[in-house]
């Protein structure tokens, strides 16, 4: 019968499997090895568990070429680290000669015991060594877009960084729309990434706040051109000299509907509202642009492939002008009246505010 005082020291344990009790003070750490956090309350646990029951899953180690009769862990270095502060002075190991950087990757992986810190870093040693995108997507059982959007998180601004770094955001693809995004709006970003708490850096937030910088930077180009002097009326059009004709801008037909979808999608503006609000050569410009899908309708007679291909030519969006182009042209269809208010009108009730 086996005492109770041998089966509780961890040191008498036999051998786990087959595998061989190494000395802990002939096993060193793997340097390059991708794993570099160690969770503390998780690494006491298990101290407290090897204390009692030993190690039951031995570690892998390699041979040290820099140092005959001493090993490398392949993995197993919380094991390893737990056996330590557990006060063993041995470990089961298997030794395995055919183990690489990738392999110790793949297992983290499995486990899902890496952080996206670690991948990148390790993504980085096998770029700098010359590999692919695809090469290391095959390496570590991952597809080449997993591997660029971690290659992303290289080089990183110093806000997007530290919360990268200090494992406060560790979602790879808020990190790679933060990077994007400050691209753009250096400034912005940066003031907002201080006042976010860090559970509302998420990637629907990012993107909210990527859409409203733009929205707004739309919005100020649109409001820059309708408050510029709009040009002269048509009938006064012929009175005017090429050079007062060439030193004004025509406000562009585009820009105009956008402003004016944006209006009414915000709930700002009744149709009537943006009526009034128009100059004779603000609608004329309008209505020159949307009479040829209104004409287009009129003459069109195969529906599916008229819509069909004005959809890949981004004509047809469903929103901004896209949705005007395509209610003119509906009413050319339908044989209904070309009257602007009405196609604005139209616009505004098939909204989804």
């Known amino acids: 019968m086996v005492s109770k005082s041998t089966v509780a020291d961890p040191n008498n344990a036999p051998d786990v499997l087959g595998a061989s ?3 802990l003070d002939l096993i060193v750490e793997d340097p390059t090895q991708p794993r570099k956090i160690f969770d503390p309350d998780s690494l006491a646990e298990l101290t407290e568990t090897i204390k009692t029951r030993g190690v039951k899953t031995p570690i892998s180690v390699r041979p040290n070429p820099d140092k005959s009769g001493t090993y490398i862990i392949n993995h197993g270095a919380r094991r390893y680290r737990a056996s ?20 110790q990757v793949v297992e983290n992986l499995q486990r899902d015991n890496l952080t996206s810190r670690e991948i990148v870093d390790y993504i980085g040693r096998e770029i700098a060594s010359g590999k692919t995108h695809e090469q290391i997507g095959k390496l570590i059982g991952k597809s080449p877009s997993y591997v660029s959007l ?16 200090s494992g406060t955001l560790t979602d790879i693809t808020t990190i790679f729309n933060l990077k994007k995004t400050f691209k753009r709006y250096p400034l912005e970003l940066t003031e907002w990434l201080s006042y976010s ?38 009938s006064d059009l012929t009175e005017t000299s090429d050079k007062n004709k060439s030193s004004k ?51 069109c007679k ?14 047809f969006d469903g929103a901004g002008r896209g949705a005007f182009n395509l209610t003119a042209f509906f009413f050319g269809v339908n ?13 505004y009730l098939n909204l989804d505010k």
Not at 155 to 160: T, V, Y
Not at 302 to 315: P, T, V
Not at 335 to 347: C, P, Q, W, Y
């Open 21 to 23: 009790q190494i000395p």
């Open 302 to 315: 195969d529906l599916f492939h008229a819509i069909l291909s004005s959809l890949k030519g981004g004509e």
């Open 249 to 299: 801008r025509k406000l562009d037909a585009d820009e105009l509907l956008t402003y004016i979808y944006v209006r009414l999608k915000k709930g700002t503006h009744q149709p009537q509202d943006i009526m009034k609000k128009l100059s004779i050569a603000q609608k004329t410009t309008i209505i020159d642009a949307l009479q040829k899908y209104y004409a287009a309708g009129q003459k």
């Open 84 to 103: 330590k502060g557990a006060g063993l002075v041995s470990i089961p190991a298997y030794i395995d000669t055919d183990y690489s950087l990738a392999d």
């Open 197 to 234: 708490k860090s559970e509302d850096i998420t990637r629907s937030k990012v993107q909210q706040f990527r859409k409203f910088l733009e929205s707004r930077d739309d919005e100020k180009s649109i409001m820059t051109a309708l408050t510029r002097q709009a040009p002269p009326a048509p």
């Open 150 to 165: 971690h290659a992303a998180a290289m080089d990183l601004p110093d806000p997007i960084a530290e919360l990268f770094n």
């Open 335 to 347: 044989k209904k009246e070309f009257d602007l208010e009405m196609i604005i009108n139209e616009v």
